[in-house]
């Protein structure tokens, strides 16, 4: 069965693949870019991060605020649906203890078959949705690993609750999606390596020890665009509502003792969350994110609720072809054993078609030796929606606080097309 | 042995900060397109070319909705180049309020650059041709150009 899914992607990929290299590059671009008719370009810096139209995009439900009205999605010539495609070869490597032997683990997998769906509707855009669905590795990287049907981000979003249509100023959002700051996030990395921010520390994304990079929210966003040539900022705002996440009791000084009891009344005492950006002259973004996350637990040792603070702070610089990144990100623990996380990355986007990166990432926690983890990446655009990309990282970590035991060394090939 | 005597000094956000500045330095140093306009100039038969549509209420009507719809969200309501979609870009679109400069640009460039699009590798300017017809491209002209006429008027008017 998984031999029959497995040739079934690598059919679906090559084909795909076929397509996108024959297709003109007009006619084969993502439902966004077929939409609006303008190339990938115009909101992405490297897809999938964002830059300042993107970003104004998106957080204003899929609508450019110069636009008056939106077209129906009823109408099926405009189908908003895209595909994503990720074939991917790794090479895994760990030192062995003293005397022992390397540790090598390699493979080729297609690793991810995505839709994605997300449109305005109506002529006024009172309400935006997006959607996505993934078929993906259960365990990322694990060898033989088994394929699964996951919901990714996934929300309906009212639009324009005050102020002007299209303006975005105030809009209520529910559903799951990538919890964290409108440049720098999950969702929008373009090294394909993890950020410590989420995993182990829960502020960027989902974390708390999760592999999932959403969180279920309910939540009231806004921005306030600059005008077209003020010279003014562009601020953006979020606050809202976090579901108790599972994957919370990982943090805990005492796990639960059966699942059972760790799932129960989930929404006791929801988590809370905020966050504020303000962007200068497009060049410039700075971000602070806060989130009080609550673990509805109950345990032999553990009360009830545990509220957990984590922070962030985070500001984006581009100078002409160099976007440069650097985030400072903490969160308490149950067991008082708080983490700390440096973050700084590097990219360089000379012209369309190539994009270099470097990131250095660390990650302290009281008692421990400190984790760090180093990513270069170069990457190839083959077209505007095809593209090949190479990474390299490099983890150490020998107290396994960035969890998840990952390889020391690992090599990455990808080629990536959507449409 | 515990973990609090394995404890070492973490790398100093310092260092790490100089790690980050070299590897901008470097990348600096690497070539890349530079943010210069290099806009293609129309083939000579274009360029001969004057605008075949009378310029009537209707025709300007009908270019105000296909602006709206096709070149707003990037030249802009005022056609000062500065529309939503733009912020991303290091090369905005030019200022049609301009008088100066659409006195530089000859009827036939406009409009072939309207079809074929600019340059792909420094702007976002897609061509139009089997999307609008070329009727609607020399509208399109003509309603660029009164941008600049309507500035021009703006500013007699004051004085």
């Known amino acids: ?419 | 042995m515990d973990k609090a005597s394995k404890r070492r000094d973490p790398i100093h956000p310092i260092r790490a900060l100089m790690v980050g500045a070299g590897l901008v330095a470097l990348f600096w140093s690497m070539p890349s397109s530079g943010a210069e306009r290099t806009t293609p100039t129309a083939p000579p038969e274009f360029l001969a070319l004057k605008n075949p549509v009378p310029v009537t209420p209707e025709a300007l009507g009908d270019a105000a909705l296909l602006y709206k719809k096709k070149c707003k969200k990037c030249h802009g309501a005022d056609g000062k180049g500065r529309g939503s979609a733009t912020k991303g870009m290091k090369i905005k679109p030019r200022d049609y309020t301009d008088g100066k400069l659409m006195s530089t640009l000859v009827d036939g460039q406009l409009v072939w650059i309207i079809l074929n699009g600019s340059d792909r590798e420094t702007t976002e300017m897609e061509g139009f041709n089997g999307k609008i017809t070329d009727a609607e491209a020399w509208n399109l002209v003509h309603y660029i150009r009164s941008f600049a006429h309507n500035r021009n008027n703006q500013e007699e008017g004051v004085r």
């Open chain 1, 1 to 419: 069965m998984k031999k029959l899914l497995v040739f079934s992607m690598f059919t679906l990929l090559s084909i795909s693949g076929l397509f996108a290299l024959l297709a003109t590059e007009a006619e084969a671009i993502p439902a966004f870019s077929r939409q609006i008719e303008k190339n990938c370009t115009v909101c992405h810096v490297a897809f999938p991060k964002l830059n300042e139209t993107g970003r104004i995009f998106q957080a204003n439900g899929f609508r450019f605020p110069d636009d008056e009205e939106w077209q129906d999605v009823k109408d099926m010539a405009s189908l908003p649906v895209s595909a994503e495609i990720e074939f991917e070869v790794y090479r895994n490597s760990d030192d062995g203890a003293t005397g022992a032997k390397k540790k090598v683990e390699s493979d080729a997998l297609v690793e991810e078959l995505e839709l994605l769906a997300g449109a305005p509707l109506g002529k006024d855009g009172k309400v935006s949705v997006f959607g996505t669905l993934a078929v993906e590795q259960e365990n990322n990287q694990k060898v033989d690993a088994e394929y699964a049907t996951a919901l990714g981000t996934t929300f309906i979003q009212i639009n324009d609750l005050v102020g002007g249509t299209g303006k975005g100023l105030l809009n209520a959002r529910a559903g799951q999606w990538d919890i964290a700051l409108p440049f720098l996030s999950h969702s929008q990395r373009v090294i394909k390596n993890r950020y410590l921010a989420q995993k182990p520390l829960g502020v960027l994304g989902s974390g708390d020890g999760s592999d999932e990079l959403v969180r279920r929210a309910v939540e009231l966003n806004g921005q306030i665009a600059a005008a077209d040539d003020s010279g003014m900022p562009t601020h953006r705002y979020a606050v809202g509502l976090i579901r108790n996440d599972y994957e919370n009791r990982a943090l805990s000084a005492t796990p639960p003792a059966t699942e059972e009891s760790a799932r129960k009344d989930r929404l006791a005492k929801p988590g809370v969350y905020g966050s504020y950006t303000v962007t200068l002259a497009e060049q410039v973004s700075l971000g602070v994110i806060y989130k009080r996350d609550v673990t509805n637990e109950t345990t032999a040792v553990d009360p009830p609720s545990v509220a957990l603070n984590k922070y962030g702070v985070a500001s984006e610089l581009t100078i002409g072809p160099v976007i440069g990144t650097l985030g400072y990100f903490a969160g308490e623990t149950a067991n008082n054993l708080d983490y700390d996380n440096w973050l700084i990355e590097v990219l360089f986007v000379p012209n369309k078609k190539v994009v270099l990166g470097a990131r250095y990432d660390q990650l302290t926690r009281e008692q421990f030796n400190p984790a760090i983890e180093t990513t270069f990446t170069a990457r190839y655009n083959i077209l505007s929606n095809v593209y090949t990309l190479v990474e390299y990282r490099l983890r150490q970590d020998d107290t396994n606080i960035a969890g998840s035991n990952d390889a020391q060394r690992r090599g990455r090939f990808y080629l990536v097309a959507l449409f």
